[in-house]
């Protein structure tokens, strides 16, 4: 039942491909036109936490969403354009 709520929830977020660095972790999304983003790249600190997702249009920057933690807790996720 996860495994159809996960297709139905990417089908919807028109997600067509995702890729995972040789650590396992989720490193890019790219979606079909679902929104003004084409794919997105995400980073992660040296602690294993998500640092950073880059949106992209084309192959041009557009924003960056930077994930700040506390005491292992994500405390903020504010979105800046490029």
Known sequence: V?????????AAQKVVNMTYNINGKLSKVQYNNATNVDYEV??????GKL????HYVATVLKGNTVLSYSNGKLVSAPYTVI
């Open 2 to 10: 996860n495994l159809f709520q996960a297709d139905k929830y990417l």
């Open 42 to 47: 995400l980073t992660y600190n040296v602690d």
């Open 51 to 54: 640092s950073n997702v880059a």
